[in-house]
């Protein structure tokens, strides 16, 4: 069985998104943020690096959201280009930006005084230009009529890349340039997602509200805190 160290409405909610879409079996482990119990000294014997997600596998813990997702796919044989496949470069190239770039982008955003030692709005100024960029590119990206992202069937590149919209939306909502509609291909990926069965069964878990990424509101889930 697996075994997903979770937090409500963080990273570990696109992890969750995956292993429902696949179908997998698996339990959840709550990490109370509340109490910065990611920090425990028995949860940095299952993630040593203190963050949340994390997953608990048969061979082993593997954490990283990327790496997580990569994991399951492979193993699954679903919902990414085959190791073989002329696809599989580009994919993990973008899966990588994702990692990278956009969430990492995020957290600077989220956190910046962790980030500089200059005035935190500076650095939120340069990394929302970041942003801005990141779902410039993938909103081109969607265009070019990739199976990979955006197609008809989803992968999860586009787990990975719609659910931090939700946050875009929560967070970013005092600065001026942040409005979903501004990408109409991401806003129709946020809209396929969130009506998919796997994200309806995180709805109820995670307490995201009716429309948890084309129009979100703040988290109220039957555990935990959602930070």
Avoid at 46 to 64: K, Q, R, S, W, Y
Avoid at 104 to 109: A, G, I, K, S
Avoid at 119 to 134: M, S
Wanted: one cysteine or more; hydrophobic letters at 45%; proline letters at 8%.
């Amino acid at each position: 069985m697996l075994r997903l160290h979770y937090a409500p409405d963080n990273a570990s909610l696109i992890i969750r998104l995956v292993l429902e879409e696949l179908g997998e079996p698996y339990e959840t482990v709550l990490v109370d943020r509340g109490s910065n119990a990611q920090q425990s000294p028995a949860y940095l014997k299952v993630n040593p690096m203190g963050t949340i997600p994390a997953l608990e596998t048969p061979h082993g813990v593997v954490f990283e959201t990327a790496a997580i997702l990569l994991w399951l796919c492979d193993r699954a044989g679903r919902l990414a280009p085959a190791v073989d496949s002329p696809d599989r470069g580009a994919f993990l190239s973008w899966m990588m930006v994702a990692s990278n770039g956009l969430q990492m982008d995020l957290r600077q955003h989220f956190y910046a005084e962790r980030f500089t030692a200059g005035p935190a709005e500076d650095h939120r100024r340069i990394v929302a230009k970041r942003l801005k960029g990141h779902l410039d590119r993938y909103e081109a990206l969607l265009g070019e009529g990739h199976d990979w992202f955006g197609g008809e069937a989803p992968t999860a590149l586009d787990y990975y890349v719609a659910t931090p919209l939700r946050w875009f939306a929560l967070y970013l909502r005092d600065e001026p340039w942040f409005v979903l509609g501004h990408w109409p291909r991401l806003q129709s990926l946020a809209k396929r997602i969130e009506a998919r069965p796997a994200m309806q069964a995180a709805m109820v878990a995670e307490g995201l509200g009716e429309k948890p990424l084309s129009n979100p509101s703040p988290a109220n889930p039957p555990e935990g805190v959602a930070l």
